[in-house]
């Protein structure tokens, strides 16, 4: 018999899972049960866990897999859901970069795909340069994009693990300056560095914040930090 929360939690897990095939993050399953911290979480996976709903995969990085589900799963409330970028798993294919460097405005209801333009590197972890011009493009299905202007980039560093964004993916942002709390963004800050983070507000301040408990969150004047776009999906490259 489990308790509200621990079924809450295990649908989340489970729900979150059949989207984008990646459990989510610990902060991800606190906002979603509205509790005050994280250790609030991983007594429930624990409990979870010790009655044989879930486990936990050694060596990975919060990875979880749900074995089960109550009986009376079609009947359960659905937690409240945060945000999960849509997974594209395979090899990224280049093309000839075109001679403008800027994000692809790609029309509701077009092809099946679109080329998108890498623009450079992004840091998920300690911020590099600003964003760079186009290096190449990649094929991106059109269901992951809707309308709107979009554009890629490449990651580089680990500080988003546990929002399933790892060091060498290519995330793909649709192109925009605003943001609520809690989307996944590109921030420019001081009009020199680069960062993919979380977007928080702290009074008058703007919190980057990473998915990684090894990196603390960054808090800046909101004259300091322009978001460039917000995050839409993710490519993956497996060798």
């Given amino acids: 018999m489990l308790t509200r929360k621990q079924q809450e939690l295990l649908l989340f897990i489970h729900e979150r899972m059949k989207e984008s095939g990646v459990p ?17 979480i991983h007594r429930l996976i624990t409990a979870l866990e010790e009655r044989g709903f879930i486990r936990r995969l ?3 990085a919060r990875a979880l897999e749900v074995i089960k589900l109550p ?17 594209i798993e395979g090899s990224l294919g280049k093309t000839q ?27 998920a972890g300690v911020p590099i340069s600003a964003i760079q011009n186009n290096t190449h493009e990649i094929s991106v299905p ?3 994009l809707g309308p709107g202007e979009h554009y890629a980039l490449e990651v580089k560093g ?25 989307d996944i963004v590109v921030a420019l800050v001081d009009d ?11 009074g008058a301040s703007i919190a ?12 800046f004047s909101a004259d300091r930090v322009k978001v460039q776009g917000k995050l839409v999906g993710l490519i993956r490259r497996y060798h």
Avoid: C, H
């Fill in 24 to 40: 989510p993050s610990f902060d991800e399953m606190k906002d979603a049960l509205q509790l005050a911290s994280k250790s609030g």
């Fill in 58 to 60: 050694p060596n990975r």
């Fill in 71 to 87: 009986e009376a799963y079609s009947a359960a409330p659905q937690p409240r859901r945060g945000f999960s970028p849509s997974v």
């Fill in 97 to 123: 970069a075109p001679s403008a460097a800027r994000p692809v405005a790609i029309p509701a209801n077009d092809a099946t795909s679109a080329s998108v333009p890498v623009m450079g590197r992004i840091a």
């Fill in 142 to 144: 059109m269901e992951m």
């Fill in 158 to 182: 680990d500080s988003m693990i546990e929002a399933g964004i790892l060091d060498g993916d290519t995330v793909v942002i649709r192109n925009g300056s605003t943001a609520s709390p809690g």
């Fill in 192 to 202: 020199e560095e680069a960062t993919l983070k979380r977007f928080r507000r702290k």
């Fill in 208 to 219: 980057l914040e990473a998915a990684n408990p090894a990196y603390e969150t960054r808090i």
